[in-house]
């Protein structure tokens, strides 16, 4: 890349130079074969109008008046080849056609001279020639050529400079970046590429992946912690069902014993298919294989019918389930899938709001979004807590002598995230007040 890049660089400055080299050259060429033009069709105007006389006192003119004098270039020569006037002392003939511009090595008093000549013919035989020497010219293209020339040799040793600086740092930065994921590779998660002051393309780069890695270790200890949180959590039930199993075996055990145990160890068994259901459902929504379900419904109708069926548990324990619709939202969504949010949620504050308390479901509009709100006035979530009720397997204290397992609202969690939409929990003062925010469809 680094070579590339230097090369690039010197085809650029030869391009240049090039174009500059044409374009100074071209220009100077130009500008003495229209002035050589010019002169030409003014003197034959006059050699027309007033003979040749007036035409040989206006050359004499020219070659006296201290103007060009080291570089113009004057002859007129009759028919039988012989110098009338003019300031070439010889010349190798006169090549080319009439009104051809040409360029001849000649001796312009005395001195060699490489010239650019215009020859004109009159209908008599006599030649007429302007023109200019060109030595001048030639010496400035060359100078021009041997200052491209340092200009390259210089633009040379400034590519290969800025290239060896350029894979300098660039090995460097990468080589950090090799350290770092070597060293993640072998079980140092904790570890991260330094980010210096600079906020070049490399350091956008480290604090990307500063933040993968961050994600991952995250990711790394939720996996940690729900492996411990499961080994435990199976480990009681397994235990029960076995200490029943090993009752069940005593050589004493009746039938109704022998019974008791057998329904104690399937209701056990119960509990453990249920907590593994839920850690695919939650495993479903994070994969996001279930999208191809999703539809665009009114919101409210499934909501609806989810009040509708705990009512009657609601008013079992004394609270108030109440719903508030406001308009017909729409959303994309996995009708099952939103269904079970809400159930989830309403388990919760009938589990865990207390007796007499109220329950309120609403459906709002918020810009270009839907909120799916449920609110009780129960005792709410501890602030310290609040944060980490999605996290799989946490439960707060002072629920843990209730029935449940603690992956209701990681469910939730996941899919939200899957309806690309937003989970808010507050406190509301008293009670909690969950926020669903999905858009809309």
């Known amino acids: 890349m680094a ?31 229209a002035q050589l033009t010019a002169t030409s069709r003014r003197l034959i105007k006059i050699y027309n109008q007033a003979g040749q006389a007036a035409l040989e006192h206006e050359i004499h003119l020219l070659l006296t008046d201290d103007r060009d004098v080291d570089t113009e270039v004057y002859l007129l020569v009759d028919p039988q080849g012989h110098k009338i006037i003019g300031n070439l002392t010889a010349w190798s003939g006169l090549n080319g056609h009439s009104n051809e511009l040409v360029k001849q090595q000649v001796k312009r008093l005395g001195r060699d001279s490489i010239s650019r000549l215009l020859i004109y013919r009159f209908p008599d035989g006599t030649n007429l020639v302007v023109g200019r020497d060109v030595q001048d010219q030639h010496e400035l293209e060359r100078m021009s050529i041997t200052a ?8 040379l040793v400034l590519a290969t400079l800025g290239a060896w600086l350029f894979r300098r740092q660039l090995k460097r930065q990468l080589n950090a970046i090799h350290r770092t994921t070597t060293e993640i590779s072998a079980g140092n998660l904790d570890r991260r590429i330094a980010v210096g002051r600079s906020q070049d393309e ?34 009681t039930p397994l235990s029960r069902i076995r200490s029943s199993l090993e009752d069940a075996l005593h050589r004493h055990s009746t039938t109704d014993r022998l019974s008791a145990s057998a329904q104690y160890a399937i209701d056990e068994i119960d509990a453990v298919t249920i907590v593994l259901d839920k850690l695919l459902q939650i495993a479903e929504a994070e994969s996001g294989v279930r999208r191809q379900h999703f539809e665009s419904m009114p919101l409210g109708g499934v909501i609806a019918d989810i ?15 109440s719903l508030k619709i406001e308009g017909e939202p729409q959303v994309f969504v996995d009708r099952d899938l939103i269904a079970g949010v809400t159930a989830n949620l309403l388990d919760n504050a009938l589990k865990y709001a207390g007796r007499g308390a109220r329950i309120q479901v609403c459906i709002l509009r918020d810009n270009r979004n839907v909120l799916l709100v449920v609110q009780d006035d129960g005792p709410g979530i501890p602030a310290k807590a609040i944060g980490r009720v999605t996290e799989r397997f946490f439960r707060v204290d002072a629920s843990r002598h209730l029935r449940g397992n603690g992956l209701g609202l990681s469910i939730v969690a996941a899919v939200v995230t899957l309806h690309r939409g937003t989970l808010t929990l507050e406190d509301a003062l008293p009670g909690l007040k969950v926020s669903i925010s999905l858009p809309q469809g």
């Open 3 to 33: 070579v590339g890049y230097g090369l690039l660089l010197l085809v650029s400055v030869a391009l240049i130079s090039t174009v500059f080299y044409i374009g100074t050259a071209g220009l100077i060429s130009r500008n003495i074969d």
């Open 202 to 235: 490399f350091a956008i780069v480290a604090h990307d992946v500063n933040s993968m890695l961050d994600e991952i270790e995250r990711l790394m200890e939720t996996a940690r912690d729900v492996s411990n949180a499961i080994a435990h959590d199976l480990r």
């Open 307 to 321: 009040v509708e069926l705990y009512q009657p548990a609601a008013e079992n324990e004394g609270m108030q389930l």
């Open 148 to 155: 491209l020339s340092l200009g390259g040799l210089l633009a």
